[in-house]
Each structure stands twice: as C-alpha cells, then as structure tokens.
C-alpha cells in the first residue's frame, strides 16, 4: 500500500467520524434502545451498498474506493460500538432489548445495503 492510499482512508475515516459524532448530537438515544447506533449502521449500510455499486459502475480507482468504503463509511459505522452496547445490555439483563437490537440491527442493515445496491441498478 501507498502513502496516498493511507492518507485517504485517514481524511476519509475523520470525514465519517465527524458524521458519526453529528447524528448522535442530533439523534440521541431514546430509554435503553441504542438508537443513535442503530441509526447509523442502518444509514452506513444502505450508503455502503450505494456506493459499492456505484464505484463499481463507474469504474471508480482503488484510491476513491480506499476513500469512500474504508475512509468515510468505516469511521462512520459503528459496528464496534453496536458489539459493547449489546454486550451491556445483556450485562444489564436487558436480554429483550438487547435481542430486539441485534435482530433488528441485521436485518434491517442488510436490507439498506441491498436497497443501495437496487437503487444504483435502478438508476442506472
């Protein structure tokens, strides 16, 4: 790997960082749901689907897929923060809801890519 391929994952990854810290300003959790989470994994998997598909169709160089997929959309999803808050919630007791979290979590996150990816065919 390059230098410049470093570089844009790390100014990408500090662009989706910042998103990331955004929506939970704006979207805070609701009780003991972890929805700032959730909103940002389903969010990141329809835009990882999207854009997948969309380097794909344009022939995009690995640098911006480097940019887009591992930069912006890694430092913005939150898969390991969705990891810790179940891990909690099942410390808690909250078995419930820490099941509701992760069915909804996997089927509504592979659902948003797969629509990315429709979206893009569609288009296009």
């Known amino acids: ?67 887009v997929i591992t930069g912006v959309l890694g430092g913005f999803t939150t898969f390991s923060s969705f990891s810790l808050e179940t891990l909690q919630l099942f410390e808690q007791g909250a078995w419930q809801t820490a099941l509701l979290y992760v069915a909804l979590s996997l089927v509504t996150c592979v659902l948003g890519a797969g629509l990315g990816v429709g979206l893009v065919k569609l288009v296009g």
């Open 1 to 67: 790997m390059t230098t410049g391929y470093w570089l844009v994952v790390a100014v990408g990854g500090a662009i989706g960082s910042m998103g990331r810290a955004g929506i939970s300003v704006w979207l805070p959790s609701v009780g003991a749901f972890p929805l700032t989470t959730f909103a940002v994994n389903l969010l990141g998997s329809f835009a990882i689907g999207l854009m997948w598909a969309t380097l794909a169709r344009i022939d995009a160089s690995a640098l911006w897929s480097a940019f």
